[in-house]
């Protein structure tokens, strides 16, 4: 089983509109997660860290669920800029990240 | 601005060749860094941990002596992939933590193998 597993997509969505997506992970023990951006070809940019409680940055929510090992990104409001593909990461210990393969979001005007 | 540099951006060899990969922390100290390779439509994997003046960690399946790592100071880390195939034709990318935390990546390197 993969240490974190995400719906790849794409999900194609018009400028404004909201966009849901999740991933899970096996290991309970983890302690920190995190939405990482990576655009074609480039290097993953950290989009935020996911807190218990959800938490918020402009239009991106992200909410974490232990019991079900469960992590969420929604995105309001879609802009073209958003068009990316998003990296669940969930630390393993340490500073050591495993990355789920990504979920690709195009967002079309 | 770029807090970790990569070099080269990419390269392409031909198969059997060696080819050093090196980051850079810019602005910190890095006692640690990642190495980090993705396939195409794949995760990034950890390959090692690179710890400065100290031999590297490797993850399960990965070769040490194939991809020799050398962390010769503080702010720099070197991934030499030796003896290099086509399957090896990847996106290496290096990490560092700064903050806790926080790591920052480097822009990756593409690498072809022919």
């Known amino acids: 089983r993969k240490e974190v597993e995400q719906d790849p997509g794409p999900f194609n969505v018009p400028e404004g509109a909201t966009v849901a997506f999740n991933c899970t992970y096996s290991?309970?023990?983890?302690?920190?997660f995190f939405w990482y951006r990576q655009d074609c070809r480039k290097e993953p940019k950290l989009l935020m860290s996911v807190y218990s409680s959800g938490n918020e940055d402009g239009r991106f929510t992200a909410q974490l669920n232990r019991a079900s090992q469960y992590i969420s990104l929604l995105i309001r409001d879609s802009k073209l800029s958003d068009s990316a593909t998003y990296l669940c990461?969930?630390?393993?210990?340490?500073?050591?990240?495993?990355f789920g393969a990504g979920t690709t979001v195009t967002v079309r005007a | 601005g770029a807090v970790v540099s990569q070099h080269p951006s990419w390269v392409i060899c031909k198969s059997g060749t060696s080819v050093k990969i090196e980051c850079r922390s810019l602005d910190f100290q890095a006692t640690t860094m990642f190495w980090y390779r993705q396939f195409p439509k794949q995760s990034l994997m950890l390959m090692a941990t690179?710890?400065?003046?100290?031999?590297?960690?490797?993850e399960q399946g990965v070769e040490k002596d194939k991809f020799l790592i050398n962390h010769a100071s503080l702010t720099l880390s070197t991934l030499t992939v030796t003896s290099a195939h086509p399957e090896d034709s990847s996106f290496y990318i290096c990490?560092?933590?700064?903050?806790?935390?926080?790591?920052?990546f480097g822009p990756g390197t593409r690498l072809t193998v022919l």
């Open positions: 990490s560092a933590p700064k903050e806790a935390n926080e790591q920052f």
């Open positions: 290991n309970s023990a983890s302690q920190s």
């Open positions: 690179s710890n400065e003046g100290s031999k590297a960690t490797y």
């Open positions: 990461v969930v630390n393993r210990d340490d500073y050591k990240l495993s």
